[in-house]
């Protein structure tokens, strides 16, 4: 399995819902990350996690909650998110140096309305 | 800190005609260098990479990239473009090693590909 799933696809939230984004890997990666990609940005790294501890905070707003429940899952959760929050928001995983690579999922289309 | 720049924000070329996207980077050391491919709405597929030995890299697609360290440069290349080709493209560098390992992107090339 070489592939990261991300789940849902698309999801439209209001400002004050609570809602999580998913991320899967089966590929015995031990280091995870979210990204944020406004439209016709690169995607922007948010969090890394390694050996299931938050290595890397990017400063972003505490109105983003990551959490890594064990190897294989990767989570992030939000809440009183703004409009200016709406993007595309990737999960990727790798080796723990880099090393071969970084494996993306499809993202999850995320609109606050 | 590590960076890249993608000098060309918008590239125009005819179909069947050779591609070069430009990439020079910045870092410490040898990094590991990547070209990823994005169409509208999508998630990133990875091109190509590099890590170390030859300089020249094979990817997916009919896709090269030369890393010239003395340049600090990682360019794609394509000899004959198609218009699925089409979409944007960004170089990344990633940092070796340790706890705080990441992925830096470029600013990105938008490819679009006239019949």
């Known amino acids: 399995d070489t592939e990261v799933t991300q789940t849902p696809k698309h999801l439209v939230m209001g400002m004050t819902n609570k809602k999580s984004l998913k991320c899967e890997q089966h590929?015995?990666?031990?280091?995870m990350y979210w990204y944020k990609q406004k439209a016709k940005k690169p995607p922007e790294l948010m969090f890394v996690?390694?050996?299931?501890?938050?290595?890397i905070n990017e400063s972003v707003p505490s109105r983003f909650s990551p959490e890594c429940p064990n190897s294989s899952l990767l989570n992030l959760h939000l809440h009183a998110l703004q409009p200016e929050d709406s993007a595309l928001y990737l999960c990727?995983?790798?080796?723990?140096?880099?090393?071969?690579?970084?494996?993306f999922g499809s993202g999850t289309r995320l609109t606050v309305v | 800190a590590q960076s890249v720049t993608q000098p060309d924000i918008h590239i125009t070329v005819s179909e069947g005609a050779s591609l070069e996207l430009r990439c020079n980077y910045s870092?410490?050391?040898?990094?590991?260098l990547f070209w990823y491919v994005q169409s509208p709405g999508q998630g990133l597929q990875l091109l190509l990479k590099?890590?170390?030995?030859?300089?020249l890299v094979q990817g997916i697609k009919g896709f090269e990239a030369e890393f010239k360290r003395s340049q600090s440069s990682f360019n794609l290349r394509k000899p004959s473009v198609h218009w699925s080709d089409a979409a944007e493209y960004f170089c990344?560098?990633?940092?070796?090693?340790?706890?705080?390992?990441?992925?830096?992107f470029g600013t990105g090339t938008l490819l679009a590909v006239q019949p």
């Open positions: 990727a995983s790798s080796q723990l140096d880099g090393s071969y690579g970084y494996t």
């Open positions: 590929m015995g990666h031990r280091a």
């Open positions: 996690y390694s050996y299931e501890k938050l290595s």
């Open positions: 870092y410490g050391a040898t990094p590991y």
């Open positions: 590099y890590f170390s030995g030859d300089t």
């Open positions: 990344a560098v990633g940092a070796r090693g340790g706890a705080t390992n990441k992925l830096i």
